[in-house]
């Protein structure tokens, strides 16, 4: 553990800053709970994602930034404009090239040819214009209507295109949580088909190679009972409602999917959440990280 030093106030002009010098190796975030003892782990989660502390006078918000023994930590106290979080989704992190959000079931990600109304796009691109009018977000990837969890967009075309390029190579995790129907006997595997989608939408699975695109999810039991189990669901690749296909494929819908031949609605949605997003960052070439919890109602499914 660190013990606290004696916070050295500096003031520049308006600017009131704490000054901190790293005796040890740690984390980020460690090291401030441990420095900032009058300081929640909320309120330095916010002084982070309000770009208000800086190592080595480079700004940082990644709360698990390694830091080596030397180097400077400043705080600035600035009060800085915290924004409205947008309705139906939480900014979770951001950069100048990348935002990510954490979308509410029920929320459309982007507009369809049938759909207009309200969309995670809409309401960011909203969002991000009440700071500049000029400023723009750009779709990368989308999640199901009904799927909560992380998303991410590019905030210029330039971003946008060197991800979507390499896209396969940049995306190094995408984890869902998935509640299904019964007890999954089988602990963990893998599911390979290849998908199609009718005219009616629905897509259909096939086990005939190069039958439509090539679809393979990993799977592993995290918790069950007699009536449901609780999937860590980790996707090879990406394509439309995979995950849905895949679980009725095993004889295991989703909870809530009548699409994909679920009986079961135990909770007022459906029971699929994209919990981990991991990526090389275009730009700077750091890993970054994104996990969200594992909604409640899920759990509760799983309470003794």
């Known amino acids: 553990m660190h013990k606290p030093n004696n916070e ?9 800053q704490t000054c901190l010098e790293v005796k040890e190796p740690a984390e980020l975030m460690k090291f401030l709970i441990a420095e900032l003892p009058t300081k929640s782990r909320k309120d330095i989660k916010s002084l982070l994602a309000h770009h208000q502390i800086s190592v080595d006078n480079e700004v940082i918000s990644q709360f698990n930034h390694p830091l080596l023994k030397g ?17 139906g989704l939480t900014i979770v992190w951001e950069d100048p090239h990348i935002i990510i959000i954490e979308k509410q ?20 691109s909203e969002h ?9 977000i750009f779709v990368l990837h989308r999640l199901d209507r009904e799927t909560s969890g992380v998303m991410m967009f590019a905030k210029s075309e330039k971003v946008q295109q060197m991800l979507q390029k390499a896209w396969k190579e940049a995306v190094l995790e995408r984890t869902y949580i998935v509640v ?22 629905i897509m259909y699975s096939s086990r005939t190679p190069n039958d439509g695109q090539k679809a393979i999810t990993h799977y592993r039991v995290l ?10 669901v980790k996707l090879e690749t990406g394509r439309k409602n995979q995950i849905r296909v895949h679980m009725k494929d095993i004889g295991h819908s989703v909870i809530g999917d009548k699409k994909y031949g679920a009986i079961k609605q135990p909770i007022a949605r459906l029971g699929l959440h994209a919990r981990v997003l991991a990526f090389k960052h275009p730009i700077t070439g750091e890993e970054v990280r994104y996990e969200t919890a594992i909604p409640q109602e899920f759990l509760n499914l799983f309470k003794q």
């Open 223 to 232: 918790k069950k009972n007699k009536h449901y189990s609780l999937l860590e």
């Open 105 to 124: 079931a029920g929320l459309l990600s982007i507009a369809t040819e049938t759909e207009k109304e309200l969309t995670a796009y809409s309401i960011l």
């Open 128 to 136: 991000v214009k009440k700071r500049d009018p000029r400023n723009k």
């Open 180 to 201: 299904v129907e019964d007890p999954v006997t089988k602990e963990e595997g893998t599911i390979t088909s290849w998908l199609t989608e009718s005219k009616a939408f």
């Open 8 to 16: 050295l106030k500096l003031k520049t002009g308006n600017e009131k």
């Open 71 to 87: 180097q400077k930590v400043v705080v600035n106290w600035t009060k800085v404009v915290i924004e409205q979080q947008p309705q």
